[in-house]
């Protein structure tokens, strides 16, 4: 098993800083039991919207609620102490103005302890990115497929597979590293435009469904543990089969039950 040789968590700039160095490892966490687990064989922790769909069974991530990515990510800061944890803004709650943005984000920041936030944005957003991070606020934006932006986009659609999307996206790529983003997360960007925004940006490129181009991955941890139910797309590999586990645990258990074959408390306690 490969661990981190890090007694204290990872912070921004050290994440930065790793850009040619190594490649970054990261996965998503919304709960303390799996965050315990997690936190010693990743950099970072994104607490992400995602969570809508994962924790809470719901159809998109466009529901998730401000106070409800404060207490998750509340959660991963508080039962972890080695990753960098970053909290996934929701939808709505920064995309109004300059103004809303950071009121929420520091709320975020201020209520959770987590590092930094990361936001779906693109040219048009970009003005909020360097707004955030020029009071004190690190961004990780995340452009190519925005969930967020399901609706518009009339599904989860593949970017950067036109000679015009692959422009579109090194011109978000530009317009939010020069806004001060501090790591640029490519969701279901086509093999040469991650390579071409990878080679072409000074900090670091996390992909998910964005070819091994760069300069570290992200997956959806219940997704790789076999959790993610129909939603989980299909570049992802699916490492155990922890619901198979479950089911089997849970079953032995409820024949032991049903058998009287449960330990009783006299058992436990020693009485
Ligand atoms: O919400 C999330 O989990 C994400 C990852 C898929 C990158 O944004």
Redesign the pocket.
């Known amino acids: 098993m490969s661990t981190h040789t890090r007694d204290k968590r990872l912070t921004v700039p050290q994440l930065v800083a790793m850009k040619d160095q190594r490649r970054i490892v990261s996965l ?1 966490a919304y709960s303390s039991t799996l965050a315990k687990v997690i936190d010693p064989l990743v950099d970072f922790l ?1 607490v ?3 969570t809508a769909m994962v924790g809470y069974g719901r159809p998109s ?1 466009l529901s998730m609620r401000l106070h409800e990515t404060i207490a998750h990510t509340r959660a991963v800061v508080d039962s972890t102490r080695l990753a960098c944890v970053i909290a ?1 803004m929701p939808f709505g709650s920064y995309q109004e103005s300059h103004e809303q943005a950071f009121r929420n984000c520091a709320q975020v920041l201020s209520r959770t302890g987590c590092a930094a936030v ?1 936001l779906e944005t693109n040219q048009a957003l970009a003005g909020t990115v360097a707004f955030l991070v020029a009071r004190g606020i690190p961004v990780m934006a ?1 452009i190519g497929l925005m ?1 967020q932006f399901v609706n518009l986009m009339g599904g989860y659609k593949a970017q950067g597979l036109t000679e015009e999307s692959g422009r579109t996206l090194m011109a978000d790529a530009r317009a939010n590293l020069e806004a001060g983003a501090f790591s640029l ?1 490519l ?1 279901g960007v086509a093999e040469p435009v991650a390579r071409a925004i990878t080679a072409a940006s000074d900090k670091p490129t996390i992909g ?1 469904g964005a070819s091994p181009a760069c300069d570290g991955q ?1 997956l ?1 941890t219940e997704d790789l543990l076999g959790l993610g139910g129909e939603h989980v797309p299909r570049f992802v590999q699916q490492y155990a089969d922890v619901a198979e586990v479950i089911r089997h645990a849970c079953t032995r258990y409820a024949e032991d039950v049903r058998d009287g074959v449960f330990p009783s408390l006299q058992h436990c306690y020693g009485v």
């Open positions: 998503t994104l992400g919207d995602s991530t996934d990361k995340h969930p997360l969701e998910i992200i959806v």
